[in-house]
Each structure stands twice: as structure tokens, then as C-alpha cells.
């Protein structure tokens, strides 16, 4: 069995999975699909591409901002722990 170590640092994909989100996730996400392909289906091909770059670059940077929270998070966790000590 790997350790938490592992798990969060070498095996971080699969740790991300097991994560369970909210109810309250779930219907945002549900929410801006139906926001989507509402929005989707008023654009012409060209400008569904750059929605969808869009998309994909805010996701990129929810991404980013996500694993400086876990970085700083653990940081401080460990900093208090050993405060503790």
C-alpha cells in the first residue's frame, strides 16, 4: 500500500479521483453544461472554438490556482504540526 506521500506527489492523478465534490458542485456543474450548450447553439463554428479555448484555458487556470491550495495547505499543515511538536 502506498503511502499518502505517494499517493498526493507520484500518484496525484488518481488520488484527485477519489475526492468526492459537493451536491452543491455537482448542480453548478450541471448548470453551466445547460448554460453551454444553450450558448453553443446561438454561435457560428468559429466563435464555438473560441468558446471552447476559453473553456479550456479557464479550466487550466482553476487547475493551476487548485494545486497552489493544495501546495500552500499542506505547507501550513506541516508548519503546524511541528509547532505542535
Known sequence: MKSAIEQLIL?????MERIA??????????????IYEKLKATLNPEQ???LDKLI????????EASECYLIHGFKT?????IDCL
Open 21 to 34: 465534490t459537493s451536491e452543491n458542485y455537482s448542480n453548478l456543474l450541471g448548470e453551466c453544461d445547460k
Open 48 to 50: 464555438i472554438e473560441l
Open 11 to 15: 500518484d496525484n492523478s488518481l488520488y
Open 56 to 63: 479550456f484555458n479557464h479550466m487550466g487556470l482553476e487547475a
Open 77 to 81: 499543515g506541516l508548519k503546524l504540526t
